[in-house]
């Protein structure tokens, strides 16, 4: 059974996001430690940000700009 995705509404569009290991220079990660109370927009995963790797990535959207990106 196929878990159903969390989202938010930023600036007019949805984002599905996971909270898995982002791939460097590949994932568009929401900036925030809690997307359920706020984003600060989104950034590009680098491994060389600190942490553990697990950010919140987009993998769907409505918005044009990042739609063919994360496809």
């Known amino acids: 059974m196929e878990q159903e995705l969390k989202y938010i509404t930023y600036d007019g569009y949805k984002y599905w996001y996971e909270y898995k290991i982002a791939r460097d220079r590949v994932d568009i990660c929401l900036a925030t430690k809690d997307p359920g109370?706020?984003?600060?927009?989104?950034?590009l995963y680098?491994?060389?940000d600190p942490g553990?790797?697990?950010?919140f990535v987009v993998v769907k959207t409505d918005d044009p700009k990042f739609k063919k990106?994360?496809?």
């Not at 109370?37 to 950034?43: I, R, S, V």
């Open 52 to 55: 553990t790797g697990k950010e």
């Open 69 to 71: 990106r994360i496809e």
């Open 37 to 43: 109370k706020y984003c600060n927009g989104f950034y």
């Open 46 to 48: 680098s491994t060389k």
